[in-house]
Structures are given as C-alpha cells and as structure tokens.
C-alpha cells in the first residue's frame, strides 16, 4: 500500500495548517497514525486513530492537534492550530493494524509515507 501526505508547507507561529494522507488500497481496518522527526531529534509519535474512530493524540500535542479519518476517501488528516516553531519537523503518515493506544510505545508502524515538511517561523 502506499500512502502519499499533502498539505505541508510554511506558516507563522500561531497559524494553522491541515495535513492530508491518502491511502492507494482501502484500509477501513488498519489503524491510521502521523509521526513528525525534525533534524538531530528522534521520530516522535503524534496521533493515532482507529476504523472507529477511536484516537489517541501525544501530550505534546493535545489540544492543538486533531487527527480524524475518512474512510469512504481512504484518507487521514492531521489539523494542526496554534502551531509553534517546536512543530517545525518532516510529518509521516503512517499505517498498522496495531490499535492506537500503543502507538508510542515505539515500535514502528509497517506502512510509512513519504513524508511532508512543515516550517513553523516566529
């Protein structure tokens, strides 16, 4: 399968941005995830959800990031408010069949996109 971001791009802090993934196969069963990595850090966890629309969001960016799904359109989105310079990083979409709640625990999901780059400046 592949999956293929859209939607990145240059904003000023306290701006907004929507990030698109879209799936070649359709995946209601998989759970549907974003990660970010920016330059000298780790890959870090962001959101998850689940065909029911279960989801789980990292604390780092809970009530600025919302992920939510379409099934019907075989794509997840990633709304993305009040973004600060620390959000500047390369986002992934990401694929699994592992549920949304272990999404951090590190291990990696098996479907990876491309990945999208978005520069947050003050």
């Known amino acids: 399968v592949q999956l293929v971001e859209s939607g990145g791009g240059s904003v000023q802090a306290g701006g907004s941005l929507k990030l698109s993934c879209t799936a070649s196969e359709f995946l209601s069963i998989f759970v549907l995830g974003w990660f970010r990595q920016s330059p000298g850090r780790e890959r870090e966890f962001i959101a998850a959800?689940?065909?029911?629309?279960?989801?789980k969001h990292a604390d780092s960016v809970k009530g600025r990031f919302t992920i939510s799904r379409d099934n019907d359109k075989a794509t997840v989105y990633l709304q993305m408010d009040n973004l600060n310079t620390a959000d500047t990083a390369v986002y992934y979409c990401?694929?699994?069949?592992?549920?949304?709640?272990?999404?951090?625990?590190?291990?990696?999901?098996?479907?990876w996109g491309q990945g999208t780059l978005v520069n947050v400046s003050s």
């Open positions: 990401a694929a699994d069949l592992r549920a949304a709640r272990v999404w951090d625990d590190g291990t990696s999901p098996h479907e």
């Open positions: 959800i689940g065909a029911s629309g279960i989801a």
